[in-house]
Nanobody, 123 residues
Framework: QVQLVESGGGSVQAGGSLRLSCAAS????????MGWFRQAPGNEREGVAV???????SYADSVKGRFTISQDNAKNTLNLQMNSLKPEDTAIYYC?????????????????WGQGTQVTVSS
């Protein structure tokens, strides 16, 4: 059974940094794509960053140059380094897994979701 467990959320002032992590378990085929999504109150869930099975990354325009997605070598942990945070980055952040190995930010269609972690950026 696939499990995705996020950690690392919290509160930070604008301009600060946070690092999110997602522990992935319950599956053996690591030829998958992983991603981070976020959802702010009143908004739809949106893709933030995606990494495919070969390590190719893609980002939403709103976070390019500020956020970096990465995985450990064993692909057990997915990370999101968030720098230069803005109040509009405030949202619940979700880890996601797509069985398709070549997903991009525009094409990822998650098959599994984590429970989410809150990120709050104050001005």
């Amino acid at each position: 059974q696939v499990q995705l467990v996020e950690s690392g959320g919290g509160s930070v002032q604008a301009g600060g940094s946070l690092r999110l992590s997602c522990a992935a378990s319950g599956y053996s085929d690591r030829s998958v794509s992983m991603g981070w999504f976020r959802q702010a109150p009143g908004n739809e869930r949106e893709g933030v960053a995606v990494i495919d099975t070969d390590g190719v990354t893609s980002y939403a325009d709103s976070v390019k140059g500020r956020f970096t997605i990465s995985q450990d070598n064993a692909k057990n942990t997915l990370n999101l380094q968030m720098n230069s945070l803005k109040p509009e980055d405030t949202a619940i952040y979700y880890c996601a897994l797509d069985w398709w190995s070549r997903a991009r930010i525009a094409t990822i269609t998650p098959d599994y979701w984590g429970q989410g972690t809150q990120v709050t950026v104050s001005s």
